[in-house]
């Protein structure tokens, strides 16, 4: 998979570095990763929530989440946000 917008992982950890090793982990999964249907990502992510077209992961033991949207067919991963936990409750980024 391609991961469009890294530099969103770099700008959050420099923002919160105790989330680096978690997102430069997830970085080299899904950079490895040749998924087809969210059930292939289910099984190495099965935490992972699908909310409408986007994929919720948690991040750095459930203290991040990083929403992004996965095209399975084109191979790539958008990453939308990345958030505290309590920015996540928000909600704010539903809409």
Same mark, same amino acid.
């Given at each position: 998979?391609?991961? #469009?917008?890294?530099?969103?992982l770099v700008?959050?950890?420099?923002? %919160?570095?105790?989330?680096?090793?978690?997102?430069?982990?997830w970085y080299? /999964?899904? *950079?490895a990763? &040749?998924?087809? &249907?969210?059930? =292939?990502?289910?099984? #190495? $992510?099965?935490?992972? =929530?699908f909310? !409408?077209?986007?994929?919720v992961?948690?991040i !750095? !033991?459930?203290? $991040?989440?990083? #929403?992004?949207? /996965?095209?399975y067919t084109?191979?790539? #991963?958008? /990453?939308? $946000?990345l958030? &505290? %936990?309590a920015? $996540? =409750?928000r !909600? =704010?980024?539903k *809409?």
């Amino acid at each position: 998979m391609r991961i #469009i917008r890294r530099s969103a992982l770099v700008q959050f950890w420099s923002k %919160h570095p105790n989330a680096k090793s978690s997102l430069e982990s997830w970085y080299a /999964v899904m *950079r490895a990763a &040749t998924w087809r &249907t969210p059930a =292939d990502l289910k099984n #190495i $992510y099965p935490n992972a =929530d699908f909310v !409408g077209r986007r994929t919720v992961f948690n991040i !750095g !033991g459930n203290k $991040y989440r990083l #929403i992004a949207r /996965v095209n399975y067919t084109a191979q790539r #991963i958008f /990453v939308l $946000y990345l958030l &505290t %936990h309590a920015e $996540y =409750d928000r !909600g =704010d980024w539903k *809409r």
